[in-house]
């Protein structure tokens, strides 16, 4: 398997990760509510599934532009390319549509 694979696989790892970890919060603000929780407690806990969610979306953000430039330095796929898990691969985004996403989370 190639560098370039793994790295995409560990990058895919660690947002499941961060994904996972920020559900789990939110879980915490919904029970927290349901029990008529505190404000404070409520307001902490919603910031934090909130800043967990950012830092989810610039790291997909930031693997997307990886493999951008990992496309760009290598010759054109032909159509009908698979990706590793032997799934049809989608084409690759734009800078314009990078950018268009990196903006909308702020």
């Known amino acids: 398997m190639s560098t370039v694979g793994t790295e995409q696989q560990d990058a895919q790892r660690r947002i499941l990760n ?3 970890r920020a559900r789990g919060q939110l879980n915490a603000v919904i ?3 349901e029990a008529g929780g505190d404000c404070r407690t409520v307001v902490t806990q919603l910031a934090a599934v909130s800043s967990a969610l950012d830092r989810a979306g610039f790291a997909i953000i930031s693997s997307a532009m990886r ?4 496309d760009a330095a290598t010759p054109a796929r032909s159509g009908g390319a698979r990706r590793a ?3 049809e691969a989608s084409e690759p985004l734009t800078f314009d549509e990078l950018e268009k996403l990196f903006l909308s989370l702020s």
């Open 18 to 20: 961060r994904l996972k």
């Open 31 to 33: 029970d927290a509510v």
């Open 67 to 70: 493999d951008c430039a990992t």
């Open 85 to 87: 898990d032997g799934a």
